[in-house]
């Protein structure tokens, strides 16, 4: 399955980079050489695995949640404050009443 | 009650030193004396009163991915260039709550992608041991801030062995803790099924203590389990004798390959002897998908990061493009010049992977043979194996530039990416040097096992001595 440089800038724009044009040829070759080595996995019977994927979530993340409880901790269904060290204004370039202010862009209508 | 303040004080010194700094081995990339001698007034006054603490006056260097209030955490990222926290971490609150002063935030690899500490933003951290040699990676400045004794302790995470690699490169020990143990609420997310806060520290005694002073449950992180914390251990001494006597040690095979660095192996032999002397039970085991553990981790972890790394817009988070004309040119041109070459490698690595069409064919998969992987450990912990005994690392620390072949930099993850992906808890120690380079050994043990893994750990380094560092 060999990436192509058409993929790889497909790619980046799904991800939001913006790769220069020179760097995509360097860019293609390494992903292909990484990729190649993930081949070895298409000859790996996994048949034994019931449910793709599920079971190795189970190993990692369940086996923390599940170990003593079966099921995951959920906290009360209460409002409780997060635990912050600031203020609005202080998480924002710019602020006004209480609302965080952001830059006008080309694209946003006039009201 | 003077003496915690000194502490500190001398603490806070050595971190500012500019041997540590920029300029220097690059170890130490932000510090707030002013803050850091505060807190530890605040310690002081409530030890004085009797507060009972494991760890008062006890200075720590934080990996700078670990949120902080006082500090910046910025991943060793220029997207978060200047970013502080307006939260702190679960584990930084626990340790500070058994008196652990915060006295430096430490280098690492950009969003803790990398085993060598080259991919930081503030450039290479380099080897206290070996100046031109790497501290290995992601949390190469948390290990040479421990290794150069800059703090006795350092927190620093991991997703693949980012603890354990760097360790065993400085010659200090380093703990990966199961995943659910501690808190990951504050660590800035990387692979979220993987990541785990982890510490280095000179001694497993101290490792073990600082360890369970953050574990625990935590309502801020589900994935967090409600566990009881096992009691601080014995002190070292307790480990002398026969006191692995009716342990059980499995020696996997495939972490013993004929392309073994032959100094890796025979530090490895000599510290198996030791176990067996220790009265353990050494039996040899094997992990049959060992060899597919690279290919897995570099499929589920880059899939995971493109997703948690896409916060970092320009809106949310980072130093925002301003010369654009639409929103979507925002994001790219933010995106582009606020992240390094390797998180961009590896955001498209993960975008590929999840994309439509290939989704079954890498991630499905790799995710499938993540099961396989797992169950090769129940397997052989199932079968009466208490602990498995293995090096971390298939070489000592390499040059600094030497390793320019992405793949090739993955592969010096082999031996530890496994209790990562099955999600068990894995301590590296120092057990000897050849040519004066660290050589770390590693301890695996089942989830939530931590107490046997110190144990043996311990017994180990107990037994060992000056071996250990010679």
């Known amino acids: 399955m060999a990436v192509t440089e058409t993929d790889i800038r497909k790619i980046a724009d799904l991800a939001r980079l913006s790769l220069a044009d020179e760097e995509v040829p360097a860019m293609t070759a390494q992903l292909n050489s990484i990729l190649a080595h993930m081949d070895v996995l298409t000859r790996v019977d996994t048949a034994s695995v019931a449910e793709a994927g599920a079971d190795a979530i189970t190993s990692a993340i369940a086996v923390a949640r599940d170990v003593k409880s079966g099921g995951a901790p959920l906290r009360g269904d209460a409002v409780a404050p997060f635990p912050m060290d600031a203020t609005a204004p202080m998480l924002a370039p710019d602020s006004e009443d209480g609302f965080i202010l952001v830059p006008r862009l080309s694209t946003h209508e006039d009201m | ?470």
Do not use: W
């Open chain 2, 1 to 470: 009650m003077r003496n915690i303040i000194d502490m500190t004080n001398d603490a806070a010194a050595r971190a500012a030193d500019p041997r540590f700094g920029r300029d220097g081995l690059n170890i130490v990339v932000a510090t707030n004396q002013e803050s850091s001698l505060a807190n530890a007034e605040r310690v002081a006054i409530a030890y004085g009163r009797g507060d009972p603490m494991s760890l008062p006056g006890m200075a720590i260097a934080v990996k700078d991915n670990i949120a902080t209030l006082d500090m910046p955490t910025t991943c060793g990222s220029r997207i978060l260039s200047g970013y502080v926290s307006p939260y702190e971490a679960t584990a930084i609150t626990r340790l500070r709550a058994q008196g652990a002063v915060v006295v430096a935030k430490t280098n690492m690899d950009e969003f803790a992608m990398g085993s060598s500490t080259e991919t930081s933003a503030y450039g290479p951290t380099h080897n206290p041991v070996d100046p031109a040699r790497s501290p290995g990676g992601s949390s190469g400045g948390s290990a040479a801030a421990v290794a150069a004794g800059i703090t006795e302790i350092a927190l620093g995470s991991e997703t693949g062995g980012s603890v354990r690699q760097p360790a065993a490169f400085c010659g200090v020990v380093g703990v990966k803790p199961t995943y659910g143990r501690i808190s990951r609420f504050g660590l800035v997310a990387f692979g979220s099924s993987l990541d785990q806060i982890g510490v280095f520290a000179r001694s497993v005694r101290n490792a073990a203590i600082a360890t369970y002073a953050m574990a625990g449950g935590d309502l801020n992180d589900s994935t967090c389990a409600d566990v009881p914390v096992p009691t601080i251990p014995e002190p070292v001494e307790a480990y002398r004798g026969r006191t692995l006597d009716g342990v059980t040690i499995g020696i996997p095979a495939e972490y013993f390959p004929p392309s073994l660095d032959a100094d890796v192996r025979a530090r490895c032999d000599v510290a198996i002897e030791v176990l067996r002397g220790l009265g353990a039970r050494i039996v040899d085991v094997s992990l049959p998908h060992t060899e597919l553990a690279i290919p897995v981790y570099y499929i589920i972890a880059p899939a995971e990061a493109s997703s948690n790394l896409a916060r970092f817009d320009g809106v949310r988070y980072g130093p925002r493009a301003a010369d654009v004309m639409d929103l979507r040119e925002m994001y790219q041109a933010t995106r582009s010049r606020g992240f390094g070459t390797e998180v961009k490698r590896r955001i498209l690595i993960g975008t590929y992977v999840l994309s439509h069409g290939y989704y079954d064919a890498y991630y499905k998969k790799a995710q499938s043979v993540r099961a396989l992987i797992t169950r090769d450990f129940d397997a052989v912990f199932g079968s009466g194996v208490d602990a498995l005994f293995t090096p971390t690392t298939p070489t000592p620390a390499f040059k600094i530039g030497a390793v320019t072949d992405p793949y090739e930099m993955y592969m010096s993850d082999i031996f530890t990416v496994t209790a990562n992906l099955a999600g068990i808890p894995a301590i590296s120690l120092p057990i000897g040097r050849v040519g004066g380079l660290p050589i770390g050994g590693q301890i695996m043990t089942r989830h939530f096992d931590e107490p046997r893994m110190f144990h043996v750990a311990a017994a180990l380094e107990a037994a060992l001595g000056g071996e250990a560092h010679a």
